[in-house]
């Protein structure tokens, strides 16, 4: 005889996901402003998509943005320029 199958794990609760909020919220904060509210972000879309089976993909651009952001103004400031971003020349 067989075993009977275990139970499907419950839903997730509704109006708890904010996978995409999370992930939109780095995207922008990464790309604009600052990036470390993008990584911030990125990471707590991450954590949302792995709890609920979503995708991770907009977590991970959010935390590549932040770091490329990062990145960018440590390179500008280095070179003597300290007007950052580049459009208020």
Partial sequence: MHAPYPPPPPPPAV????????????IVFGLFCCGILG???GALSIRD????????????????????????????RARGNSYYPYWYR
């Fill in 39 to 41: 990584i911030v972000f």
């Fill in 49 to 76: 998509a792995r709890r609920n089976g979503k995708s991770q993909l907009l977590g991970w651009l959010a935390i590549a943005f932040g770091v490329i952001n990062i990145v960018a103004s440590a390179i500008v």
């Fill in 15 to 26: 109006g708890r996901d904010r996978t995409t909020l999370w992930g939109v919220l780095g």
